[in-house]
Nanobody, 123 residues
């Protein structure tokens, strides 16, 4: 499966973005999906994940209350709504498919990755 992420861009602090990620085939509906991000010079870190049914999600402390992850299994897609953006949210954002069905934050659980979309938040 190939994952195509989109929706990144340049936004002012306090603004919002909605990231999208679509899969090339219909093999992800039984898998949890996640979003991770990697700032320049830093390791890739967890942002949010959602279980296979879209009924359970978890978030990194840094984005909890400002981010909402959702999925549409009919479209083989996952989304990340980010509000009240801060300069420290600047990073390349990656969508990923987990080996498991439950939402999880551990990077090693994810085995398929999109190409990333750049989010830049100006102060």
């Amino acid at each position: 499966v190939q994952l195509q992420a989109s929706g990144g861009g340049l936004v002012q602090a306090g603004g919002s973005l909605r990231l999208s990620c679509e899969a090339s085939d219909r093999t992800i509906s039984n898998n949890a999906l996640g979003w991770f991000r990697q700032a320049h010079g830093r390791e890739r870190g967890f942002v949010a994940s959602i279980d296979w049914r879209g009924t359970s999600a978890n978030y990194a402390d840094s984005v909890r209350g400002r981010a909402t992850i959702s999925r549409d299994n009919a479209k083989d897609a996952v989304y990340l709504q980010m509000d009240s953006l801060k300069p420290e949210d600047t990073a390349v954002y990656y969508c990923a498919v987990s080996r498991h069905s439950a939402a999880a934050s551990r990077l090693e659980y994810y085995h398929k990755w999109g190409q990333g979309t750049q989010v830049t938040v100006s102060s």
